[in-house]
T-cell receptor, first 114, second 113 residues
Framework: AQTVTQSQPEMSVQEAETVTLSCTYD???????LFWYKQPPSRQMILVIR??????QNATENRFSVNFQKAAKSFSLKISDSQLGDAAMYFC???????????FGTGTRLKVLA | SQTIHQWPATLVQPVGSPLSLECTVE??????LYWYRQAAGRGLQLLFY??????ISSEVPQNLSASRPQDRQFILSSKKLLLSDSGFYLC????????????FGPGTRLTVT
């Protein structure tokens, strides 16, 4: 069965600095999808970025980018120019195209220091 | 555009009372629908998912049940709440097919007293 691991329960970053959140996963499949979700204090989950495994190019969305290392089964999220509004829980998620289920990591709480 | 609604936003219920949480999606047809529970400071636990009307898959044996009476309506129920049912409940939907991301509702905070 697939698993998703986020080994950093909490991270801190100074405002305007860059931070990288780690995510590793375990799968025997070659095709799959990976996501990063943000959960602010309001607790509504917001999609940050998505990556298809068959694409070698790393996905980017404005200040958010990923470092996707398929062989290492690593999917880290880089937040550049961190802002106070980036403070939230961040969840990494995996989806196999053959199922309807999404597998979530345990989350990383990001604190942004002014 | 698509939107997802959940209600109520907050609920306080005594042990042994029934529960009904509702989720509706607008702007799409035949979505995949999901119910998750999140304990305080924890990750998401998938409870149920549905790929069509009347089609419910249960992930965790528990005191809860789910129903999908209409294409875009997903209901989470319990006949008798337990203290352990307290948590934050999230409904989500995704587009059928490969690779679709999930979109989440605002959630319901349930406290069982």
């Amino acid at each position: 069965a697939q698993t998703v691991t986020q080994s950093q329960p909490e991270m801190s970053v100074q405002e305007a600095e860059t931070v990288t959140l780690s995510c590793t996963y375990d799968t025997s499949e070659s095709d799959y999808y990976l996501f990063w979700y943000k959960q602010p204090p309001s607790r509504q989950m917001i999609l940050v970025i998505r990556q298809e495994a068959y694409k070698q190019q790393n996905a980017t969305e404005n200040r958010f980018s990923v470092n996707f290392q398929k062989a290492a089964k690593s999917f880290s999220l880089k937040i550049s120019d961190s802002q106070l509004g980036d403070a939230a829980m961040y969840f990494c998620a995996y989806r196999s195209p053959g199922t309807y289920k999404y597998i979530f990591g345990t989350g990383t709480r990001l604190k942004v220091l002014a | 555009s698509q939107t997802i609604h959940q209600w109520p936003a907050t609920l306080v219920q005594p042990v042994g009372s029934p529960l009904s949480l509702e989720c509706t999606v607008e702007g799409t047809s035949n979505p995949n629908l999901y119910w998750y529970r999140q304990a305080a400071g924890r990750g998401l636990q998938l409870l149920f998912y549905s790929v069509g009307i009347g089609q419910i898959s249960s992930e965790v044996p528990q005191n809860l049940s789910a129903s999908r009476p209409q294409d875009r309506q997903f209901i989470l129920s319990s006949k008798k709440l337990l203290l352990s049912d307290s948590g934050f409940y999230l409904c989500a939907w995704s587009i059928p097919g490969q690779g679709g991301e999930q979109y989440f509702g605002p959630g319901t905070r349930l406290t069982v007293t």
